[in-house]
């Protein structure tokens, strides 16, 4: 049975804001205990940002709460209830093995969502057990960490603890429960959920609340749903660009997946290409490409759209004004994020200013990666260093061509070559968390109980930038690539 006792000394300072919306939003569930939880992996640098006690964290109990077993002072542990459209199909869904232990609140007084996926079933499980394994857990680790190493709004990951049970998914695996920590866990999914099974005052109870925590300068705007919809649709833009510009897939954006805060959310079926491919897919299930590479700007501003029809009935009470409101402000995402886009792609190629041959320029060369299976990350990076290796692209007449007329383009600008060169550093990672050598680092960690494997690895992620001789053994490609490769949802 949950214990519940005070956990001062930890530095828990837990509120649950959430807890006062309506109660159709949510319910309130005790977690499941495990028989044996132990940690096995522990973000000091982020336990510390948020103002916890790491030594307190780590012991015995401290690693009970980051299991479920016990509750700390000021949580109201609950299961989020939303809705959303899984590959275009619309569904009641909501947390079915994830709980909200509170919102931990720093010193710095900004509020971060505490919860813990995989700590078993609740009313939302649709006949799941509720449970995690390990391998999906640590994998959720390494991504969001590295994601937020290059500078990508995400959920971040505080701990994995083994819960001491074996799951039943395709074989018995190890179970574990990761503490993900979040700017909210609010999604289009959840507007979804209160505007087909609520009121029109249940969709402005939780618009209010969104603009009180997440966007507080809108509350005083004459239509601050409207505006509320124009910095959801913002923050939607800069991410999905950031996704791009490093070669990102997120495998499964639903609606449930779509955070109002901009933030990336679940790295189940998620991985970094390789060879660049607008097409490339990893999911597993994703047996149309709805969710390639090429087809995630379109589907944020489909998911938008969604988000916006649930808004309608707070635009205006005349519909047709409304609607006419919402198309306007839908209209202004491909804008947004090609202005991002864009910007990014100049400054991966050390372009400070804008000209309008930009665009070719940029297009020319993802033709030529595309057409030569050149690999994205690395490309920029040799750039980067002016290293052009012996490839089938950098050895192409068009590629020099191309390169006559990058080098051009740099001469035509007021800064500097080491201006130029610092711009790329900055734009263009050394490495990401390729994803052969993530897979090896939970083969390690999972059949061996080896986690030293994944600790380096997620060392030299932390650094992406850095472009130090340290991290060349992990820019290397392997022979074969992507095609084979294939990612899963991790229930």
Request: aromatic residues 10%; glycine residues 6%.
């Amino acid at each position: 049975m949950t214990e519940e006792k005070p956990m001062l000394e930890t530095g828990w300072n837990l509120d649950n804001s959430y807890a006062r919306l309506p109660k159709s939003f949510f319910t309130k569930i005790t977690p499941n205990a495990v028989p044996s939880p132990e940690l096995v992996i522990f973000n000091d640098t982020l336990a510390t940002n948020l103002g916890l006690n790491n030594v307190e964290l780590k012991s015995k109990d401290g690693v009970a709460v980051l299991a479920g077993n016990s509750i700390p002072e000021g949580s109201i542990p609950l299961a989020q209830a939303y809705a959303g459209h899984q590959f275009g199909n619309f569904n009641m869904l909501g947390d079915g093995r994830a709980l909200l232990i509170g919102e931990q609140i720093p010193p710095s007084g900004d509020r971060f969502d505490i919860q813990l996926k995989g700590s078993g079933p609740t009313p939302y499980s649709r006949n799941g057990d509720g449970r995690a394994a390990l391998g999906p857990m640590l994998r959720e680790y390494i991504i969001s960490e590295a994601m937020h190493a290059l500078g990508i709004p995400t959920t971040r990951s505080l701990a994995v603890v083994t819960t001491g049970e074996s799951i039943i998914r395709e074989t018995e695996l190890p179970g574990a429960i990761l503490t993900r920590v979040a700017a909210s866990h609010l999604r289009v999914g959840t507007f979804q959920y209160a505007a087909n099974f609520g009121t029109i005052e249940d969709v402005r109870t939780l618009a209010d609340y969104t603009i009180e925590r997440h966007y507080p300068h809108i509350a005083d705007d004459e239509n601050r749903y409207l505006s509320l919809l124009q910095e959801v649709i913002k923050r939607q833009a800069e991410l999905i660009a950031k996704w791009q510009l490093v070669g990102f897939i997120h495998g499964v954006m639903n609606t449930d997946n779509m955070t109002i805060s901009g933030e990336t959310i679940d790295y189940g079926p998620c991985a970094f290409m390789d060879a660049y491919n607008p097409a490339t897919v990893f999911s597993s299930i994703d047996y149309q490409g709805r969710y390639a590479y090429g087809n995630q700007p379109y589907i944020g501003g489909w998911n938008l759209a969604r988000f916006a029809e649930t808004l309608l009935p707070l635009l205006d009470d005349d519909q047709n004004e409304a609607i006419k409101m919402a198309t306007e402000a839908i209209g202004e995402f491909n804008k947004f994020y090609h202005e991002n886009w864009y910007a990014g792609m100049r400054a991966k190629l050390g372009i400070f200013n804008e000209e309008k041959e930009d665009e070719k320029l940029i297009e020319d060369l993802l033709n030529m990666m595309q057409n030569h299976s050149a690999d994205y990350t690395n490309t920029f990076r040799a750039l980067t260093l002016d290293k052009l290796e012996e490839t089938a692209l950098f050895n192409s007449e068009e590629f020099k061509l191309w390169n006559e007329l990058w080098q051009a383009r740099l001469k035509r600008q007021q800064e500097s070559k080491d201006d130029t060169l610092q711009l790329m550093r900055n734009s263009n990672p050394a490495i990401i968390p390729r994803n052969h050598r993530v897979e090896v680092a939970l083969e390690s960690a999972v059949e061996n109980g080896d986690y030293s494997v994944m600790e380096k690895l997620l060392e030299v992620l932390s650094k992406p930038y850095a472009h130090t001789q340290e991290q060349m053994d992990f820019c290397t490609v392997p022979a074969e690539i992507d095609q084979s490769y294939r990612t899963y949802c991790g229930t």
